[in-house]
């Protein structure tokens, strides 16, 4: 692995041999070659960009970090099964003898990377990052592995920089083809995080939860945002989405720092997911949230790897969020994208979503 020296570079990805370590089966979707074929692109980049771009490499998290989020019951099960070898706690969370280990350095990888974005001057010259780890995170929840996720790396990350830095509000934007109902559930009553998923419609893919109606409670009420997409969304579809929905509420909300659940299963080449994205329409979503990051929180952005399992389009997809930092150029002009077959669903999804959020939002 090639680690580089991270100090002039202007983005930072955050990764670790650990995580390629933990493997579910033979022929298992989540597998390491994701790493393997990510970061292979990413030396192709420090070909090109070295000294701009920089590899980090990620230590386990502190226990304390990770129970502030999960039971403790649950990490030590997590934590047993591994030494024995490995196991299974459920039909999509498979273990063998190096999950946990690499469940709590793909934990300390999100941390280091929002770490990095904080302590940096992110808006002027601009500064992004990366974690590049598995396994993912967003579908755990407090006490369940859950969705080929043992630790919630996200809500980790966030209840750390919460509790431990100056920030008070964090949002998160969770593009990945599938609801993060673990990152939902853990913030639902909380209105320091801004959870805000565009998922595969619930009626027809997995979790099953990330309806429109789901909208937080208590003091939470409104600060779950669920888009919940039909299958054969598109590009245009989904920037509209973004345009109408995602942008203005962040741009209300004001957080510290965007932390991006970058999952890129949305890919109409993805074996698993069932949206219909092409690199294009990611390459114009990552360009739109440094965008806002700029307006709205001074730059701060960090993404943390959950999903995506066609092997040919994610690296391309995880490259185009290092352009808008080093090119910001980019930015002002916009690709044009194609539309999938769900235009008139998906604004029609949008109108109900005005309605129910317009109470708390300036929609
Ligand atoms: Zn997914």
Excluded at 326 to 334: A, G, Q, R, T
Excluded at 350 to 359: A, G, Q, R, T, V
Aim: aromatic fraction near 8%; charge should be negative; glycine fraction near 8%.
């Amino acid at each position: 692995m090639v680690v580089s020296d991270v100090e002039g570079a202007k983005f930072v990805f955050v990764t670790s041999p650990v995580c390629e370590k933990h493997v579910m089966g033979f022929s298992h979707p989540e597998s390491p070659e994701r790493i393997r074929e990510i970061m292979e692109a990413v030396n192709k980049l420090l070909e090109t960009r070295n000294g701009e771009v920089a590899v980090l490499e990620c230590k386990e998290a502190d226990l304390v970090d990770v129970e502030r989020v999960h039971d403790s019951d649950h990490v030590e099960l997590v934590r047993r099964i591994s030494k024995q070898g490995g196991g299974s706690l459920g039909p999509d969370n498979d273990l063998n003898s190096f999950t946990y280990q690499a469940a709590l350095v793909a934990a300390g990888g999100a941390i280091s990377a929002a770490q990095l974005v904080l302590e940096r001057e992110c808006g002027k010259d601009g500064f992004g990052s990366f974690a590049i780890i598995r396994p993912p995170g967003h579908h755990a929840s407090r006490d369940m592995a859950r969705g080929f996720c043992f630790f919630n790396n996200m809500a980790i990350t966030a209840t750390k920089l919460l509790q431990e830095y100056l920030v008070g509000k964090v949002a998160i934007v969770d593009i990945d083809n599938h609801f993060g109902d673990g990152t939902s559930e853990i913030f639902y009553d909380s209105r320091n995080v801004l959870y805000v998923s565009l998922h595969a419609h619930p009626s027809f893919a997995y979790p099953g939860k990330g309806f429109l109606a789901e909208i937080g409670k208590d003091e939470g009420e409104g600060y779950n945002v669920n888009i919940p997409l039909f299958p054969g969304t598109g590009d245009q579809e989904y920037l509209e989405a973004f345009d109408r929905v995602v942008i203005p509420i962040l741009e209300a909300f004001k957080p510290d720092i965007i932390l991006v659940s970058a999952g890129f299963d949305g890919m109409y080449t993805d074996p698993i997911g069932s949206l219909a994205l092409t690199p294009t329409g990611y390459e114009e979503v990552a360009k739109k949230l440094y965008a806002t990051a700029r307006k709205v929180s001074s730059g701060k952005l960090s993404s943390i790897l959950e999903g995506g399992y066609d092997l040919d389009n994610m690296p391309k997809c995880v490259i185009s969020f290092v352009t808008p930092v080093l090119d910001p150029s980019v930015i002002e002009v916009e690709k044009p994208v194609k539309a999938g077959s769900r235009l008139e669903q998906t604004r029609k999804t949008i109108e109900n979503l005005k309605d129910i959020l317009s109470p708390f939002w300036p929609l």
